[in-house]
């Protein structure tokens, strides 16, 4: 019997043990488990009774003393890390340490749904069996981290006909955006579709921009090398909506125009339209100019009235040359301090640009910022009717030259447009469910912001070179200043390629040699001398 006395202690842990086991693997013989257990109790009991007296001089042993004291220093140990778990569940922070930031939202998106007033229901439909799954709900945890706005549950089509009959579903991988009364969904699982998505979703309206055609401009619904096409579908996804415009046609100017694009005309605009545009102006409108070299539109005189001059002139680049571009084609990688250019990063490429520059004189309150120059190896060629392009000192102006610049202006608003804007200002109240209400009289501004922006080149943002490095996203971050979408100024949604690594035959055996046996060895021989150390005390 002395052996059961001895091995007494080990036969309860496996009782112990055992009885969890079977509660873990077969919960349905409950109650076997818990007579296996109660057996391990008693029989641990029955050990401690026998062995009274020895475990009482083995308290007094300095080796258990000092193994008390480890457990103890164990047992805190696991304590302090269940309290930092639990307080940084609930506060948790996350950092992407990848070189790519394949893990991370862009600024855009984490903009827009930082912006977020309203909370937005997502419901994406995907089956459990749907590869795609995974990357979605990945992306929408990203965007539920950076805002509580963001709800969003995933429902299997196959389990859920109901909702699948309510909402309409007829392909497996929809996801279906909600805020309010609105609606949209997507069916692919890009970063770029989300986030257009949740701007769609949330917009209060749709703000209409239009494109000046009749002066031999491109048109947006030109998909070759030289249309708008590519940056109409761009400013679409992002929730505007794009119309054609002529003024020489129209007799009253568009009420809804948010914002009004000039896309270098070839020919000159007629005086009833310049003037059509300085009212516009004048009540606080939107204006991008953009305006080729070489040609006869008739803005420069009325430019000039702005203090903006447009020179006659063909920028000439060095560098961009080495960049594989060629010398007409000015390359700008440093940008003046402005919101639209603010964390914008990427070189933009100007095919066959003129200079744009801001003269002394200009009208009271007007503020004009440069927003693109060029490098210091560029100029501004004066003569171009030259065989041979250099640069004529005297004659040529010697980089950097200013390409882009953009204004503001406050100006006082007509009497119907005071009585607009209240009305805007009454829905927008409404809408937030403030219980005050806002007379006329409160919610009508005394005067608004105009603004304008002119660069002197039209073809950056054709069909052809719209993607080019960061053509696209300059174009779209100066729209939105005019428009007053602040949120949307920044680098748009970025599709990322994971990066993987390729290893030699050597470096993969080093590999596995050194996490499958070396490693593991040291631990070992670690772990066995703390052992035997402890076993000589």
Known sequence: MNWLKNYLNYISLGLLALSVVILAVWPQYRTAAWIVGGAGIVALAVYIIANLSGLKEGLKRRSFIYSSNLLLIIILVLAILVVLNFFL????????????????????SVSVVKNLKQEVAIKAFFRDSNVSRQTMENLLKNYAYHSARIKYEFIDPDKNPGLVKKYDITQDGTTVFECGDKENR?????????????????????????FLEGHGENSIDETGEVGYNTARTELEKIGYEVKKLSLALSENFPKDCALLIVPGPKKG??????ETLKDFLKTGGRVLFMVDPETSSGLETFLADYGIKL??????????????????????????????????????????????????????????????????????????????????????????????????????????EKETRAEENKEKS??????????????????????????????????????????????LNTVNWLTEEADLISIQPRTRTPRSINLTP????????????????????????????????
């Open 430 to 475: 409404e809408q937030s469910q403030e219980k005050a209400e806002i007379s006329k009289e409160e919610a009508s501004p005394v005067s608004r912001e105009a603004r304008l922006a002119v660069f002197g080149d039209s073809d950056f943002i054709v069909n052809k070179y719209y993607n080019l490095s960061g053509n696209g996203n300059f174009f």
């Open 506 to 537: 050597s470096q993969g055996r080093f590999l596995m040699f050194l996490s499958v046996i070396l490693l593991p060895v040291l631990v070992l021989a670690a772990g066995l001398s703390i052992w035997v150390r402890r076993r000589s005390l």
């Open 311 to 416: 020179e006659n002139d063909l920028v000439v680049d060095t560098v961009s040359r080495l960049l594989g571009g060629d010398y007409f084609m000015p390359v700008v990688t440093e940008y003046e301090s402005h919101e639209i250019t603010k964390n914008f990063r990427y070189a933009t490429f100007f095919p066959l640009a003129r200079s744009v520059e801001i003269s002394d004189s200009r009208p009271e309150g007007l503020t004009l910022n440069r927003l693109a120059r060029t490098s210091p190896n560029s100029w501004a060629e004066k003569q171009l009717d030259k065989a041979e392009v250099a640069f004529d000192q005297g004659q040529d102006r010697q980089g950097p030259i200013t390409l882009a610049v953009a204004g503001s202006q406050k100006v006082e608003a007509k009497e119907g």
């Open 186 to 210: 997507i069916t692919t699982t890009s970063e770029e579709d989300v986030t257009n998505a949740l701007i769609k979703v949330t917009r209060a309206s749709k703000k209409v921009i239009y």
């Open 89 to 108: 569940a609930r506060r948790h922070y996350r950092v992407d340490f990848t070189a790519s930031k394949i893990h991370s939202l862009s600024e855009q």
């Open 269 to 274: 605009l007629l005086p009833n339209e310049l």
